[in-house]
């Protein structure tokens, strides 16, 4: 299953925290900032002022120039932060995953989330109708497989907006942008692209990695994987530790099934012993898999529960590998786990979870013995097998 990010960005934030307060502001070309006469800066610009030219940032008294009709009002900062607070405190309702970027937007990791409600995007819709009624306010929201095409998405849909981007879809979406389109992209950068000849996102995906690398050095790769629509960046939500993972290269390219998931099987092992190690259990768990071409994929899922069983972990990746193979049949070079969302102990043991009470035990077991004599001395039924074939980076 590919991963399905939101990026939520409400509308005009200020201005409509403002708005809600004073309904009279409504539908007017209303500015919060600084006082125009004592050189104040914008901070929020209601959309009936943008056509004039009006954004953040502009000094006051320019926008009063350009729009001599604006109403400019100072900022309350308790009152921005108070609507924050319930803005991500909605989200944190649909989703463990949440990343809060500044007061008014997030990053939503929805993977596996979206059932009940059909699709991602009646999730979001319910997202929208939960904003609309509490706090009056309306959000556009970027739905894509990774976070810089979700955030684009969500800047090109303002305001209301809903914008999704079909896994498969982002590089054609991302073609005919401008550049300064792209996070990560400033105004000093942009003229740099300029001066190459790079106006669009797509020319900047076409040029090669070792012609934008002499002219950016570090920065220039991760901007020409943005600009291709890779970025496999997690939505971290803070405070957490952010993942554990583990992956493994092999000597041969190999199609063998039995062979990943024997070696599927060994690295959850290690990484929930690590897990088992912090107290704590995961809710999210993803697999990465590099071809022989070195297309590389990375399949994600939310267990319902978390956990810190190497077999629930090892069944849920299982369960993926089936899916990622049955999609691509392409030799494989390489194969990883992450376990992610990670949460501390407490878990109530109920009556009725003798079964899942043997396997924790057997986990003990083999953890006791593996951290005592190495990690070769003990594997279960499943990670038996020959380990001519590997190297691990
Ligand atoms: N902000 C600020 N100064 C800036 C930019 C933003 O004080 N230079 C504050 C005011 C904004 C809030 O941060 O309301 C959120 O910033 P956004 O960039 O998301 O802008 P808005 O929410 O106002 O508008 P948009 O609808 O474009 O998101
Ligand atoms: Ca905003």
Known sequence: MARYIFHIDLDAFFVSVEQVLNPELKGKPVIVGGDPERRGVVASAAYEARPFGIHAGMPSSTARRLCPQAIFIGSHFSLYRDASAKFMKILGDFSPHIEPLGLDEAYLDVTGCEEPYGSPRQLVLA???????????TASVGIATCKVVAKIASDLCKPDGLLEIAPGEEQAFLNPLPIAKLPGVGKKTEQAL????????????????????????????????????????????????KSISQELTFTHDTFDRNFLE???????????????????????????????????????????????VTRVVFT??????????????????????????????????????????????????????????????????????????????
């Open 262 to 308: 024997a070696n599927l099987h060994n690295l959850c092992q290690e990484v929930c012993q690590d897990l088992r190690t912090q107290s704590k259990r995961t809710k999210c768990v993803a697999i990465k898999l590099r071809y022989a071409d070195f297309k590389t994929i990375t399949r994600q899922v939310t267990l319902q529960e978390a956990s810190d």
């Open 194 to 241: 300029k001066e190459m000849g790079i106006t669009t996102i797509g020319a900047l995906a076409k040029l090669p990695l070792d012609t934008i690398n002499r002219r950016f050095g570090a920065t220039g790769t991760v901007l020409h994987s943005y600009a291709s629509g890779l970025d496999d960046r997690e939505v971290e939500t803070p405070g957490e530790a």
């Open 127 to 137: 997202i929208k109708d939960r904003i609309n009624k509490e706090l009056k306010i």
């Open 316 to 393: 849920t990746a299982q369960q993926l590998l089936s899916k990622a193979l049955a999609q691509r049949e392409e030799p494989v070079r390489l194969i990883g786990i992450r376990i992610s969302s990670l949460i501390g102990e407490g878990k109530q043991l109920s009556i009725f979870d003798s079964g899942t009470a043997r396997p924790e035990h057997l986990d003990k077991a083999i953890d006791k013995i593996r951290s005592k004599y190495g990690s070769t001395a003990i594997k279960t039924g499943n990670g038996i097998f020959s380990e001519s074939n590997q190297e691990r980076l």
